[in-house]
């Protein structure tokens, strides 16, 4: 018997079952394992199912360790044809029928447990391969995710799902439908994207802990056709840092709001060139909440029909506005959108900065500062308004904006206020 203890820990973890209309588990959750495995207290599975045995499974029955099986799986260490692990492996065996729960849960304990390999020459048809979450650490799996295609990609399903502790993917994930996950703390570190041809609707990823961070660092592919949302109370990091990963979100709008700490969209390993981070919607805000909140954007091409980036009206030096090696545009001609609107930046405390980017709006420039004697600094960069046509305004910046000298910078455009304009570095 010296298998089951190995096999006891497979069965703890397979806590949820559920069931689609193919042979995988999909998505409805059971109390526990208990009630799924009782001897006479099957749980009835209401409609059709269409179970299909993985050939791996039905075709290696009878080289399965009955005894330590069925022991390992709570129906006692009974072996040959007629024990109830036998019995009801047979009655699973080709294809298709109705079933209760239980069987169904006991199938796919089995599969999880695992078949000796399929003798050499037989066919194979292996299980899809699946990523379990234990996001509070409890020792009990949260959250299963499937490769269902065998592609290498895991698919997530559409819908809302909340988890206690952090969720860490580490896995490639093609999401479909619209997506919500709220989470501690959230982080995607594999390739993430959606399906090509299948846009997702939204997609909101919420943390909420007191700390609670949301960090995607793998090439990124989402395309969606409504918003794509992103709050969380610390860091917000997209970051293409990583081995050159492009991360690329379309979407009708674009959010990502920290509260107190850095909204990150970057690459640092490229410029202003060979932007590796792309946003495009039609309206694009990048907000830090409260004091302490800052941007920082490097690496970058944000293109929308409107562009906000903005921090509060804190007094903390911490706040603050970093764009460099960066594309900001809401000129038609760059992003193919209809009308372009005005590229409002909205700094605060510290002295906010522009560097060797190009900011190029459709309409209106509009740069703000919230505090007294607090400045745009622009080192090598391009500011343009709707062609020239546009404004400048630099009426609500309560200090100055600063073109750094040595780094010239042009500006396209009608300027509000001109003596708020002076050639001077920010940090002489
Ligand atoms: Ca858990
Ligand atoms: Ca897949």
Redesign the pocket.
Do not use: I, K, L, Q
């Given at each position: 018997m010296e298998t089951s203890a190995e096999h006891a820990i497979h069965i703890g973890m397979e806590r949820e079952f559920t069931v689609n209309q193919e042979r995988r588990l999909a998505a409805h959750a059971l109390s526990s394992h208990d009630e799924v495995m009782a001897p006479g207290h099957p749980v009835p599975w209401k409609s059709p199912v269409t179970v299909t045995i993985p050939e791996r499974v039905s075709g290696n029955i009878e080289s399965l360790p009955v005894a330590d099986t069925a022991a390992a799986l709570g129906l006692g260490p009974r072996a040959g044809q007629h024990s109830p692990l036998m019995r009801s492996l047979t009655r699973l065996r080709g294809g298709s029928l109705m079933e209760s729960m239980r069987t169904l849960a006991l199938l796919f304990v089995v599969a999880a447990v695992g078949f000796p390999a399929a003798p050499s020459g037989a066919a194979t048809n292996p299980t899809p391969p699946a990523v379990t979450f234990d996001t509070d650490f409890d020792g009990k799996v949260d959250f299963t995710i499937y490769?269902?295609?065998?592609?290498?990609?895991?698919?997530w399903p559409s819908g809302s799902k909340s988890f206690r502790g952090d969720l860490e993917v580490a896995v490639p994930v093609?999401m479909e439908g619209s997506v919500a996950i709220t989470a501690d703390s959230i982080a995607f570190d594999a390739p993430l994207s959606s399906a090509p041809g299948a846009p997702l609707g939204n997609l909101t990823l919420s943390a909420r802990d007191g700390f609670g961070s949301i960090f995607i660092t793998g090439d990124t592919d989402l395309t969606l056709t409504g918003a794509f949302k992103a709050t969380a109370p610390s860091l917000i990091a997209l970051d293409a840092s990583g081995g050159g990963a492009t991360q690329r979100i379309t979407a009708k709008s674009i959010s990502m709001t920290s509260l107190f700490s850095t909204v990150y969209v970057v690459n640092f390993d490229t410029d202003v060139s060979n932007p590796l981070v792309f946003l495009s919607a039609d309206s694009i805000s990048l907000v830090g909440k409260q004091a302490d909140a800052g941007l920082d954007v490097e690496g970058a091409s944000l293109a929308a029909r409107k562009i906000t980036l903005e921090v509060p009206a804190a007094n903390s030096t911490f706040s603050q506005i970093n764009v460099s090696e960066s594309v900001l545009t809401t000129d038609p001609a760059r992003t193919g959108r209809p009308s372009g609107d005005d590229i409002i930046l909205s700094g605060t405390r510290s002295d906010n900065e522009v560097r060797n980017s190009v900011v190029d709006s459709g309409h209106n420039v509009v740069f703000k500062t919230w505090t007294s004697s607090t400045n745009w600094c622009l080192h090598n960069t391009a500011v343009e308004a709707n062609g020239g046509a546009g404004i400048i305004d630099v009426n609500a910046v309560r200090g100055e904006v600063r073109l750094d000298p040595s780094e010239p910078s042009t500006l396209t455009g009608r300027i509000s206020s001109p003596k708020k304009v002076v050639n001077a570095d920010c940090f002489q």
């Open positions: 490769d269902t295609n065998f592609d290498g990609v895991f698919e093609v």
